[in-house]
């Protein structure tokens, strides 16, 4: 089964938490904090793998979790580093965020890439030991990984993509030109998946060549199996348009050519503007008559055009030279830039954002930033709390309190942590 579209939840490993640990040996009195560091969470890491052609293995494994880093130890002994989890899948896999779009990988090369980044590890108690606070009993816990719903889209790697109605001879004209072997049969979308062919051109010189299954009218809506695959030529550098010239099946050449242009144009306007290689083929089934029409209706909107017929191979070699020729002249295939995330608006001063609404008296904070601050205050420590009140103070969230008209007594809810306010 030919699987071209999947969706999938990843997530990286959290890192480990600092520990809170003091130094204990004989003779040695007041040692001291010695909590060390926690490990980094593993990243979910996406690399092509040549011996793939579907993304099929993911209809049936959609969680992928990444291990958590481990927590600090004393003796200032940071954790282990938690190793990546690295998702196979073919060549030319787009990683996309389900939600908005976003393109986060165009996996297009064998080099790895890091989709999800694990969590950094958290501090241990030994780095918040001062002058003035020598026996810190907290540490910073670790951050969290990055966890995404993904789409994987596959989009194949091929240089030229062979576009036409159902049975004009795609198939058959990859399959004399290189090693594929489509299935070839006198009867409609015989093509179920998109076929790759490796055309050789010279010593050392060559092209990947791909047979997309037939398109029909209202294929960029849905209809047929076109749509299933039209985005396997956004990739390609030049598309070949087979026509059937003979008109062997009561349609007439001409109306062919701009039915699958309008179904092009319809799905991308980029693709329908690539660079285009008319081909009449069956010539051997139609009269001279046929192919000079539509010579000069091609040739008259500027097109290269190109009459062969690829079953007895006639004109199959003047075709490909000329394509290998303006191949050479075009970019190389189409690469997608990663989109960076949206920001939020820092606020005036640099400082992070947060929301505060008041329900039943109750000041509710949300600032999912304070979530690593929250989680390193020990509640039962004095020293502990003192810090987390100069984060809260620098922040700006006690001025957007006192602005609000907050009360001693008024109770403070940040990340489901209800206190007193406190002058």
């Given at each position: 089964m030919f699987v071209d579209v999947a969706k999938i939840r990843i997530k990286a490993g959290d890192g480990g938490n600092g520990a809170v640990s003091f130094h204990r040996e004989k003779?040695?009195?007041?040692?001291?904090?010695?909590?060390?560091?926690?490990g980094r969470g593993g990243n979910v890491v996406f690399q092509a793998d040549s011996n793939l052609s579907t993304l099929l293995d993911f209809r049936y494994k959609r969680r992928f979790v990444a291990q958590n880093g481990e927590n600090g130890r004393a003796g200032r002994c940071?954790?282990?580093?938690?190793?990546?989890l690295v998702i196979r899948v073919p060549l030319g896999t787009l990683v996309k965020e389900a939600e908005t779009g976003r393109i986060l990988a165009d996996i297009s090369t064998v080099e790895p890439v890091v989709v999800a980044k694990g969590g950094k590890g958290g501090w241990?108690?030994?780095?918040f030991a001062t002058a003035t606070r020598q026996i810190p009993r907290f540490a910073k816990p670790g951050l969290p990984g990055e966890a995404f719903e993904v789409t994987l889209e596959l989009k194949l790697l091929a240089d030229v993509g062979l576009v036409g109605f159902p049975n004009v001879g795609k198939s058959t004209l990859i399959s004399v030109v290189s090693e594929a072997k489509p299935k070839i049969a006198n009867y409609h979308f015989t093509t179920l998946t998109p076929v790759l062919g490796m055309v050789k051109v010279a010593e050392g010189k060559s092209f990947v060549m791909a047979d997309i299954p037939g398109l029909i009218e209202g294929a960029s809506e849905g209809v047929g199996l076109g749509h299933e695959f039209l985005r396997h030529v956004e990739r390609c550098r030049l598309?070949?348009?087979i026509v059937d010239v003979s008109g062997s099946e009561g349609r007439d050449p001409i109306e062919d050519f701009e039915t699958i242009n309008?179904?092009?144009?319809n799905f991308d306007a980029e693709l329908a503007s690539r660079p285009q290689i008319v081909v009449a083929n069956k010539c051997d089934m139609a009269s001279q008559e046929q192919i000079d029409a539509f010579r000069v209706y091609i040739e008259g909107k500027g097109l290269p055009f190109y009459p062969i017929s690829a079953a007895t191979r006639q004109g199959v070699d003047a075709l490909i030279g000329a394509v290998a020729a303006?191949?050479?002249q075009l970019p190389p295939i189409r690469q997608y830039e990663p989109e960076p995330a949206p920001q939020p608006e820092p606020l005036e001063g640099g400082k992070r954002p947060f929301t505060i609404r008041v329900e039943d008296g109750v000041y509710i904070v949300e600032a999912d930033w304070l979530m690593s601050s929250l989680g390193m205050v020990d509640m039962e420590d004095y020293e502990s709390l003192q810090y987390f009140q100069r984060v809260l103070i620098k922040s700006g969230?006690?001025?957007?309190?006192?602005?609000m008209g907050i009360h001693e007594g008024d109770t403070v809810s940040i990340l489901n942590f209800e206190f007193d306010y406190i002058k």
């Open positions: 003779y040695v009195a007041a040692g001291g904090p010695d909590g060390g560091d926690g940071t954790g282990k580093s938690a190793p990546d241990g108690n030994c780095h598309n070949v348009h309008r179904e092009l144009q303006q191949l050479d969230i006690i001025e957007e309190l006192e602005r």
